[in-house]
């Protein structure tokens, strides 16, 4: 059976793992997690590697840190601001003991900051209600950037471009946020509030608020994941099901009568293509050296699969064109969400690997999302080796393009989430550390994919 939502079934997952005390009780963190003592003693604040120390080659390891639904960080709405710093530092230090050198923080979960910010209000998922800032006044990104650097991390702002409310969200709307001050833009669709791809304004707000981190922040790069236009929301079920149209009829409507021709579903491609080729120039304008990465749904186009590849198709749900963009160059690395098995036939993890890794344009790296957080999930849960095999495999590839070439991208993955490496499920961050994280890793050199594009008229 096809997946169609691996990342949301992600954060049901999780949810439900924190819902039965799988995440530390009544959040993803309680203070310092249990750690397997095969994992050595993080160093101490500041250190680096010895720069004489063995190392492997270069290979971009990461973890997404999740503040949504508050996954990963911080464990609960409303902590104090000392106990999100310690948290922090929790995550961090973890990441550096067991070898990882680059943490992807969700910085706008929905509309929102967990930094301070002019254009949108504070995250509920940091204070417990939108719009007030820490109890201490202190910059969680600020902080995090800086943490992250001291001991060696890479940080990637990870933005979610448009959506505008999360089912988890259980407060009110700050009267600052663009529900609120730009009614117009934000529909409301399922249990969700969405910004509509097809009005001007979505796409203004997202690269205002991208600019803004990279004018005041030392990112390393700036990251957005698989939601573009919404995953699709049915009524009823099975045969009976009925898919709810996405509400964007005054939009097309406008388009229409400005005289665009386009059909409405490659209407909705080409928005959204604008705002990822945007971003792109965005990145590269006001951060040169950035990493500008997406991390789509992990299935391509249907008529461009490998063969016995099938599921959900986001060119034709999320009206995601990720193929054009591996083309044109519009970003530095692909991660996307390989979210599924080796050996699950449908969606066969090294099929869908090397798919991407032919779609990518010269120079870009391809750098998947491993479903890290399956390891003891309440279903389908993934064994410790399967992400250990998976990991195996992107170094075989490397190995590979290396024996072909001199330029071939180097290695790199991400885990989905940071939860289940804190945790140290079924001994999964004992077993990294001791095996394939056993060598510090150099980051890949920054080595844009195409000149920066400038965005669409």
């Not at 706008?108 to 204070?127: K, M, N």
């Not at 304008?285 to 950035?290: D, N, Q, T, Y």
């Amino acid at each position: 059976m096809s997946q169609p939502h691996p990342r949301r079934r992600a954060l049901a997952a999780a949810a439900a793992l924190v819902a039965v005390g799988g995440l530390g009780g009544c959040g993803v963190l309680s203070g310092p997690p249990p750690v397997d003592g095969a994992l050595p003693a993080p160093p101490a604040q500041g250190a680096a590697p010895a720069p004489d120390a063995p190392r492997a080659a270069d290979e971009f390891r990461a973890a997404w840190v999740a503040t949504v639904a508050n996954i990963d960080w911080p464990s609960r709405p409303g902590l104090p601001a000392a106990q999100q710093r310690a948290e922090a530092l929790a995550i961090l230090d973890r990441a550096v003991a067991i070898g990882l050198n680059a943490i992807v923080l969700q910085v706008r979960p929905a509309a929102d900051a967990i930094y301070p910010s002019v254009l949108e209000p504070w995250s509920e998922y940091l204070t417990g209600a939108q719009g007030l800032p820490p109890d201490d006044g202190y910059d969680p990104l600020a902080f995090w950037v800086d943490q992250a650097h001291q001991r060696g991390l890479a940080l990637h702002a990870w933005f979610n471009p448009y959506r505008a409310r999360h089912p988890s969200a259980k407060g009110a709307l700050a009267a600052s946020h663009l529900a609120n001050t730009q009614p117009g833009v934000v529909k409301s669709y399922g249990d969700l509030l969405w910004m509509d791809p097809g009005e001007p304004a979505a796409m203004q707000r997202t690269l205002a608020v991208v600019a803004d981190v990279l004018r005041r922040y030392a990112v390393d790069g700036v990251h957005i994941d698989d939601y573009f236009y919404p995953y699709p929301v049915s009524t009823g079920s099975g045969a009976a099901a009925v898919e709810t149209p996405f509400p964007d009829e005054p939009s097309w409507q406008r388009y229409r009568q400005s005289g665009g021709t386009l059909v409405r579903d490659d209407w909705r491609r080409d928005n959204v293509n604008r705002l990822v080729q945007a971003m792109a120039a965005t990145v590269r304008r006001e951060r040169p050296g950035a990493l500008f990465g997406i991390s789509p749904f992990g299935l391509g186009r249907p008529d461009r699969r490998p063969p016995g590849i099938t599921g959900f198709s986001q060119f034709h749900a999320l009206y995601a064109d990720v193929e054009l963009w591996c083309e044109r160059g519009w970003c530095d690395y692909l991660a996307p969400q390989l979210y599924w098995p080796i050996d699950q036939t449908a969606q066969a993890f090294a099929p869908l690997l090397d798919y991407w890794l032919a779609q990518a344009a010269p120079g870009m790296a391809v750098w998947p999302g491993l479903f890290t957080s399956r390891i003891g999930a309440p279903q389908r849960p993934y064994p410790a080796d399967e992400v250990l095999r998976q990991v195996a495999l992107v170094r075989d590839r490397a190995r590979e393009r290396a024996a072909r070439g001199p330029n071939a991208e180097p290695s790199g993955h991400i885990h989905f989430s940071m939860a289940a490496l804190m945790q140290d499920r079924e001994g999964i961050a004992t077993r990294l550390r001791a095996g394939p994280y056993a060598l510090p890793a150099n980051r890949p050199a920054v080595r844009p994919a195409m000149p920066g594009p400038q965005p669409a008229a």
